[in-house]
């Protein structure tokens, strides 16, 4: 049983020998670093290359830093220089951040980076364990100002290794290569976003101006000014069913319905009070800079929102209305009018005063509803993807180790 213990759940084929038990410092040097003094211009401005813990993010590979130092700098500092395929670790103020260098550089006093010994240790292999380097810094870290890791502590963490370096290169390559794809999806992702927020910015009407700087050919009449409460009826009143499907604040995330929950009429939570009609906008009026708003276009159940949530029935195009109200102009007039600090909200009288642009042709509010419905749908999908991608990994990472 216990020799079953040091075997992964699942495993490469061709590989079938038990993992074994190393220390960090058997298979690498753990190498700090050291800053050259800030009051010589001589030692800064140069072409090496000397990193920050704030420099390392979310990047998996690192090739160029903020600040450099001269040689002369280098030499008059305790900053030792790092090979390709090092992987830097913070060791403190914010201990666990990884990254692996493309080119030789080094690093200030906020690091304990890791040098794989070669043909013992795969850079990759090594940073796929970020977050069991993390957890054992922030485990074995001390300090009063602030905890830290020290380079003897790191050299002294045990890992289970798999017995040859093969394994360990397919293991790293198979983790590169998801990494990748969860990349790819995130750029997509927010390059989709990036791209609804300039559109919003251009399809509406800036202050003072009453026709957008973008909008679909054909249409030149200039948008009327109007309260949002004459575009939508605010909070029908509407008998609960004795059983329904109950909407909450946290089961809206951007403009998807994520979850709900059945309840009774009696079983219910006092908010429970906005029962839904396919075409009613739902406007989260607690924490609004969220944006976490819902076009409700079902029609199979009885689903009712909380009162944490303002209900407007559409006297416009109802994809239209959700345009407006996801808009920065529209969210910077709503943070305006709210009130609390910690969990700012408005009222749902104070929602309809609001003031907005809307075009006096309603085939032009469609196509701009239609415009928009597509892009959320877009990004509704690469999200979808991202999140079964980081699941994958976050599985085989629990399964392909030890």
């Keep these: 049983m216990a020799e079953k213990s040091k075997i992964p759940a699942i495993r ?22 050291g800053t050259p003094s800030t009051g010589v211009s001589e030692y800064w401005d140069g072409d090496i290359d000397w990193y920050a813990p704030a420099e390392i993010t979310d990047q998996i590979f690192i090739n160029s830093s903020q600040r450099k130092i001269t040689a002369e700098g280098f030499a008059h500092s305790s900053a030792r220089m790092l090979p390709e395929g090092t992987v830097l670790f913070t060791s403190r103020a914010g201990i666990g951040k990884t990254a692996i260098l493309q080119r030789k550089g080094c690093t200030n006093q906020g690091f304990q980076s890791i040098v794989p010994h070669k043909d ?8 796929s364990r970020t977050e069991e380097l993390k957890e054992y810094g922030e485990t074995i870290g001390a300090g009063s100002t602030f ?67 973008i909008r679909f050919k054909g249409f030149t009449e200039a948008w009327e000014q109007r309260k949002l409460g004459s575009l939508a009826i605010f909070n029908p009143k509407a008998e609960l069913p004795n059983v329904f499907e109950y909407v909450d604040l946290e089961s809206v995330v951007g403009t998807e319905m994520l979850s709900h929950r059945t309840e009774s009429k ?26 976490n708003n819902f076009l409700f276009e079902k029609s199979d159940k009885y689903y009712v929102f909380s009162t944490g949530y303002a209900q407007m029935r559409p006297v416009v195009d109802g ?84």
């Design 12 to 33: 490469f084929a061709g590989f079938t020998d038990a993992w074994e038990q190393r220390k960090l410092g058997e298979l690498a040097d753990i190498v700090g670093g």
């Design 120 to 127: 013992v240790l795969i850079s990759y292999f090594i940073f």
């Design 147 to 213: 905890v830290e890791v020290s380079g003897k502590q790191m050299a002294e963490m045990e890992l289970m290794m798999p017995p040859t370096i093969d394994e360990q290169r397919q293991i790293g390559t198979y983790f590169h290569n998801l990494d990748n794809l969860i990349t790819l999806h995130q750029r997509k992702y927010d390059k989709l976003v990036n791209v609804k927020k300039a559109m919003l910015e251009k399809m509406f009407p800036k202050d003072g101006v009453d026709v957008p700087e």
């Design 266 to 291: 009696r079983t219910a939570p006092s908010r429970a009070q906005r029962l839904a009609q396919t075409g009613d906008l739902f406007y989260q009026t607690v924490r609004p800079y969220q944006k």
């Design 319 to 402: 994809l239209f209305l959700l345009c407006i109200v996801q808009s920065n102009g529209f969210m910077k007039v709503v943070l305006d009018n709210c009130t609390g600090t910690s969990y700012p909200s408005i009222k749902s009288n104070d929602l309809a005063e609001i003031e907005v642009y809307s075009p006096i042709n309603p085939k032009e509010q469609e196509y701009i509803g239609k415009l928009f419905k597509g892009i959320d749908n877009l990004i509704t999908l690469h999200q979808r993807k991202l999140e079964k991608l980081k699941n994958l990994k976050k599985a085989c990472l629990e399964k392909m180790f030890v």
